[in-house]
Each structure stands twice: as structure tokens, then as C-alpha cells.
């Protein structure tokens, strides 16, 4: 046996060691970390790029969630869509229904990960399929949530005031 081979060996006798003792973090943390300290994990933030807006004017949100712990972390949702935004208690600025398959996913996030998303609100509500209407001047609630029926409660959830100013 030269010492090329027995070199090899040994390197592949560890690698095998290394893939025997790597750990599912993620599945880890679930099965260990309670479900409250879990959902404290989880920062869920609203941010419109300003305060006031005049009508019709395109309002920039950014929704961010942020895991504060530096262990990967699933928090169970109900649907695959793992979280929505509304205005004024509206999904996506829409009195629509949206079909939604009604099975539970789950929501997984990286230590210390930061997922941000981006939406535009053109102060329009959708009222049927095809109808869209223009809102009044005023104050809208813009809010995000993880599609979870205890989301508010477990502090899932984060929301913004607007103005729209005539």
C-alpha cells in the first residue's frame, strides 16, 4: 500500500465520519425549542417608505421578517402561503377571496436570517374580479402577518398607519 492510498483512505474514512454526525439543524431546533420561544424568534416588521402620501400616489411597502436567534428556526403556518399582507383588515388591498389551499406548511428560517419582501399599494381597493376603485383621503392600516390564526396574539404580526392627505 503506497502512501497515496493509505492518505486516501483516511480521507474518505472522515469525510464518512463528518456525514455520520452532521445534524438536521433546523428539524433539531423544532423538536427542541418550544413553540413560544419560537415565535418570539421571529421579528415581523411593516415599512411604507413615508408617512404621507397624495392620492394615487404608488405606496412602497416593505415587509421583513428576522429570526433574533442564532439557531435556524420552523414555525408552523396554515397554508403554504406562509404569510399575506392587508389594508384595513383587506388581503392584498382585495375584497376577492383567494383560493388558498387549506393545509399546514411550515416557515423556515436560517440562523439569523433576514427575509425582506416588497409590495406596491396603488390606494386602490379590488372589489370584484375585474373592479378596482380609487380610495378616499385618510388613514390606512397597512399590516402583515404569517398566515397563522394566532399570529397577532403570538406577535406574528406588524403593522403601519398611512395618510392620504387631499
Known sequence: MTRDTRTRDRERAADERTRTRTIDWEAFSHAVIPPTLRHWA????????????????RVGVTITFRNRLPIPIRIRTDSPNYWYWT?????????VPRA??????????????V????RQWH??????????????PGTYTLAAE??????V??????????EIVD
Open 87 to 95: 389594508v384595513d383588515g383587506f388581503r392584498e388591498a382585495s375584497q
Open 100 to 113: 388558498v389551499p387549506d393545509r399546514p406548511a411550515a416557515f423556515s428560517f436560517a440562523r439569523r436570517e
Open 123 to 136: 390606494q386602490r381597493l379590488q372589489f370584484s374580479e375585474n373592479e378596482w376603485q380609487p380610495v378616499d
Open 42 to 57: 421571529i421579528e415581523v416588521s411593516v415599512a411604507t417608505d413615508k408617512y404621507r402620501y397624495e392620492p394615487g400616489e
Open 146 to 151: 404569517i398566515t397563522r390564526s394566532d399570529a
Open 153 to 162: 396574539t403570538c406577535g406574528l404580526a406588524d403593522h403601519t398607519v398611512i
Open 115 to 118: 427575509k425582506r419582501f416588497t
